[in-house]
């Protein structure tokens, strides 16, 4: 009997856009969307370590260290989005609303996962190839998965709700912040991007994404 395929969609629940990625009437749905397909991406990388870590084969020592720099280049794909977020787009965000304050749930969920975040990033770092052990990732995510599977879930719904203000400029805010995210000349993060992605996912068709302002 063949052997069941297991897929990066588990065991964190990576976002459903079908429930408004199609709707065009605002910029807030095209940047909910589009960040939407980011922290699913997000998820699918951190997925991926999660259901690898036991199955690498210690014997290997290059299939350690090379499973070791996917992990670091995961966190610091991660740790970039998020300096972007609470650096660039967040102070936009509250500039254009006018409210002091509004992303400020989405700062402190970053900060409820950054310690063990910060663990896991080190373990990665720190780790000799000889002394890797794959249940202590797993334990080490199971340390922040949930606070950060939450914040990927929920900012999306405070990026929705965006579609009382400005269209034009909520949709400018989210331009900038994604020039600066493309802006790094970094050859760990890109791929790590480009390789979580998953093309046959819910996706805003260009014309959507050209929301009339």
């Known amino acids: 009997m063949a052997s069941k395929k297991v897929w990066a969609d588990t065991p964190l629940q990576l976002i459903d856009t079908t429930t408004f990625s199609r709707d065009n009437s605002h910029a807030a749905y095209y940047v909910a969307t589009q960040m939407a397909l980011a922290h699913s991406g997000i998820l699918r990388g951190l997925n991926s370590i999660y259901l690898q870590a036991p ?15 996917y992990i670091q280049c995961w966190s610091e794909s991660m740790h970039h989005h998020h300096d972007c977020e609470e650096t660039i787009f967040f102070p936009d965000i509250e500039q254009i609303t006018g409210v002091k304050g509004l992303m400020e ?3 402190e969920q970053h900060r ?9 990033q080190e373990y990665a ?3 000799k190839p000889r002394e890797f052990d794959g249940q202590k990732v ?6 922040f998965a949930k606070p950060l599977s939450q ?3 929920d900012e999306i719904d405070t990026l929705r709700a965006l579609d009382k203000y400005d269209s034009a400029k909520v949709k400018g805010a989210y331009k900038k912040l994604e020039k600066a995210l493309m802006a790094t000349d970094n050859y760990r993060i890109a791929p790590l991007v480009f390789g979580t992605a998953d093309r046959g996912a819910e996706a805003l068709p260009e014309a959507a994404a050209t929301v009339e302002l």
């Open 55 to 69: 199955n690498i084969p210690l014997a290997d020592t290059k299939a350690v260290q090379d499973f070791l720099t």
């Open 151 to 153: 914040h990927l879930h």
């Open 112 to 120: 409820a996962f950054t310690p063990g975040f910060d663990a896991f």
């Open 138 to 143: 797993k334990s080490l995510i199971d340390a």
């Open 125 to 127: 770092r720190a780790c």
């Open 105 to 107: 749930q989405n700062v």
